[in-house]
């Protein structure tokens, strides 16, 4: 168990590499102009209309950093739940380097510019959080923010969690880790506790940088939620 432990951090060290060094504000205030693409939104007006719209909002590994336009989460997820029986369209509202604060100030951004309400919205937010270092009182309050939004939408939520590198102490490990679970209990939310679980110890599953997936590890982590993507949908 250490010695995953330390391959946990030393893997999740290496996600910094991958995100801008901008502050939290400037973070949200880029986000909140520049994201998201309008594309995936005009896709959703040809959906059929007993088609399910579900919103992956998120950071870099939603958004499918390095990743083929086929080959992230979003669109694994859209195809696995077919395969399921579930005809659903995930929209790829994942921005690579986002906080939770960027992701707070783009939701409404995001949600205003479907052709519809979501059947789902799933989050999953705080990573980049962990990395610079911020309060983990910060994040709770960004991604419960989040949850609070989409409540007041009357809009079901889903969470996907993650937790702290070991190097970060025990006392902010205790209060990071703790978010996830707090908060999917008070709202109510299904929570699939750490989006890279099963992936960031295998580098077979893994971009040359040692935290990504790459397709393969895709697969994995979409094979694993799937099937609370699909309870949800219910």
């Known amino acids: 168990m250490a010695k995953r432990h330390l391959v946990v951090a030393v893997a999740l060290v290496h ?3 991958a995100c801008s060094p901008a502050t939290d504000e400037q973070s949200a205030a880029t986000n909140a102009s520049s994201a998201p693409a309008p594309a995936p939104v ?3 007006t040809a959906e059929a209309a007993d088609t399910k719209l579900v919103v992956a909002l998120g950071d870099s590994l939603y958004a499918g950093y390095n990743l083929g336009p086929t080959e992230g989460f979003a669109p694994v997820l859209e195809r696995t739940l077919k395969e399921r029986g579930v005809a659903a369209q995930v929209v790829n509202a994942g921005v690579s380097g986002d906080t939770s604060a ?3 100030a783009r939701v409404a951004f995001v949600l205003d510019g479907l052709a519809r309400k979501p059947d789902l919205v799933i989050v999953g937010l705080g990573a980049n959080d962990m990395l610079r270092g911020l309060s983990p009182a910060r994040t709770r309050e960004n991604i419960e923010a989040i949850l609070a ?6 809009i079901p939520m889903m969470l996907t969690g993650m937790v702290a590198a070991p190097n970060m102490g025990a006392d902010y ?3 990071f880790n703790a978010i996830y679970p707090d908060l999917a209990k008070k709202y109510g939310a299904p929570l699939y506790p750490f989006f890279l679980d099963g992936v960031i110890t295998d ?3 893994l971009l040359g940088d040692g935290i990504h997936p790459n397709p393969a590890g895709v697969n994995r982590v979409v094979s694993k939620v799937a099937p609370l993507v699909t309870e949800a949908l219910k």
């Open 42 to 44: 005009a896709r959703a």
């Open 203 to 205: 580098r077979r599953l």
């Open 15 to 17: 996600l910094s590499t």
């Open 173 to 175: 490990a205790g209060a």
């Open 149 to 154: 939004e989409l409540k007041r939408r009357d």
């Open 102 to 104: 960027g992701g707070r």
